[in-house]
């Protein structure tokens, strides 16, 4: 039973270094092969989007406007500045009929009173309801967006 025992603890000494080893062995195999499928295209992994592949997108300034609004004892003054995102190829269309969205832009802010824009919330509230209104002239495959730049009430 003594040379059964000696020969259990000189076989399992010498085999973890061993086991160590062969691990390690195939884990660097492993590393490299899974390096070479993935660098040669073996994966048929997706390739990764570039800034060439986002969809194309122009902005269109719409001159500072100045708008008048009724309030109490007076008039108030609201200042913007807009910039609309367009769909790619669409910037010139969009600007022949830069006066129709003026125009639709100028109705809807001359309607509005000072207690329509007086909390913060109301921005966004506003922003999407003018981007509802150029889309309706321009079409909405034409404009993608509505960007405030200035909003400035005195």
Same mark, same amino acid.
């Given at each position: 039973?003594?040379?059964?025992?000696?020969?259990?603890?000189?076989?399992g000494k010498g085999g973890k270094p061993r =086991?160590?080893?062969l691990g390690l062995v195939l884990a660097a195999a492993g590393a490299a092969g899974g390096y070479f499928a993935a660098a040669s295209g073996l994966l048929g992994t997706? @390739?990764?989007?570039?800034?060439? @592949?986002? $969809?194309?997108? @122009?902005?269109?300034?719409?001159? $500072?406007?100045? /708008?008048?609004?009724?309030?109490?004892?007076g008039v108030s003054q609201l200042r913007l500045k807009l910039a609309l995102e367009v769909a790619a190829g669409r910037a010139g269309d969009v600007t022949e009929i830069m006066p129709r969205i003026l125009d639709v832009l100028n109705s809807?802010?001359? =309607?509005?009173?000072?207690?329509?824009?007086?909390?913060?919330?109301?921005? /966004?509230?506003?922003?999407?309801?003018?981007?509802?209104?150029?889309?309706?002239?321009?079409?909405?495959? =034409?404009?993608?967006?509505?960007?405030i730049q200035e909003f400035v009430v005195n």
């Open positions: 039973m003594s040379d059964a025992a000696e020969t259990q603890d000189r076989s =086991a160590l080893l997706h @390739s990764v989007e570039t800034k060439d @592949s986002r $969809p194309k997108t @122009s902005f269109v300034a719409i001159d $500072p406007m100045i /708008v008048s609004i009724a309030r109490q004892g809807y802010l001359r =309607a509005l009173e000072t207690i329509d824009i007086g909390d913060a919330a109301t921005l /966004v509230r506003l922003r999407a309801q003018m981007l509802r209104r150029v889309q309706i002239v321009t079409g909405t495959d =034409a404009v993608k967006d509505l960007l």
